[in-house]
């Protein structure tokens, strides 16, 4: 009873502590509709005062007007800090240099730097374009030469599935941050333990830069499974298991997911983890209550 009143209380003491950190991701919608339900998130998450919103970058360019007319009106409309995202996917230095030059004409001065995956999917070879940045490190190393901006850069807990071993994996995160990331955001897990060992894998290697954990909201198992099987992130058993049959049970669906994320956001929480970067999908309700579970509030 005591030690279950002791973690009671450390907990309460955790999230009466100002400092938790959120960003939040979001992608740049193709319809009418779906741009309705963006603003809508974006005006309920806005104040939360999050340190930056975030906006994803199409395959080979394929949203780089949107992410920067989404991006540039989230900053003049909501006054909250936006981060573009870019991928030197199918482009020349030339090209994501001039996309670059737009995001800091636009007053952005937050990017997450990708070096993003071949048409054909993650698991296939990537072929840079033969005038273009090789990879996120390239990447991140020519946008310091283009200006003052704050870089995120990826991780993955679980490996990225081109790197053929860990050394590689944890290498290549040090190159990116070393040609002046300021952060690692992670992909998506479902294990704490892969983050946990992750992060210890990559102090042991020398790497003292915030490694943020990306938190992906299960709103449909069946659609975050097909999502976490294309970016290498597995799913475990224990959690298919308990999503299995909710498939046409949409109120249950959304207490377990609730249960599922709060579980994993407060494990993280214990282990001293102050910052989260929530994949949003362009919704607002499980991230608000995430949220709320941290004492991040609107004013
Ligand atoms: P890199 O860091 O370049 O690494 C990719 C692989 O190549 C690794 O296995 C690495 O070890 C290997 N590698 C790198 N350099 C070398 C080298 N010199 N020699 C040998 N091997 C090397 N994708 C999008 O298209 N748009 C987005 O907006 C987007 N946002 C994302 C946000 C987050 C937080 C995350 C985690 C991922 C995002 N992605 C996005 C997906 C990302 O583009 C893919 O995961 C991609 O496969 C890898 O990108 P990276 O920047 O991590 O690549």
Known sequence: MNA????????????ERPPFQVSFEFFPPRTDVMEERFWDSIRKLAPLHPRFVSVTYGAGGSTRERTLRMVSRIKSETGVDAAAHLTCVDASRDDVDAVVRGYRDAGITRIVALRGDPPEGVGKPFTPHPDGYRNGAELVAGIRQL?????????????HPQSPDWDADIDNLKRKLDAGAARAITQMFFDNDDYFRFVERARKAGIAAPIVPGIQPIHSFKQISGFAARCGASIPAWLAERFEGLEDEPETHALVASAVAAEQVLELVDAGVTEFHFYTLNRSNLVLALARLLGVRPD
Do not use: L, M, N
């Not at 279950?4 to 999230?15: C, E, L, M, P, V």
């Not at 704050?150 to 807990?157: F, G, K």
């Open 4 to 15: 279950i009143h002791d973690h009671r209380a450390s907990r309460q003491a955790k999230t």
């Open 147 to 159: 200006g003052e901006f704050d870089i995120s850069v990826a991780a993955y807990p679980e490996k």
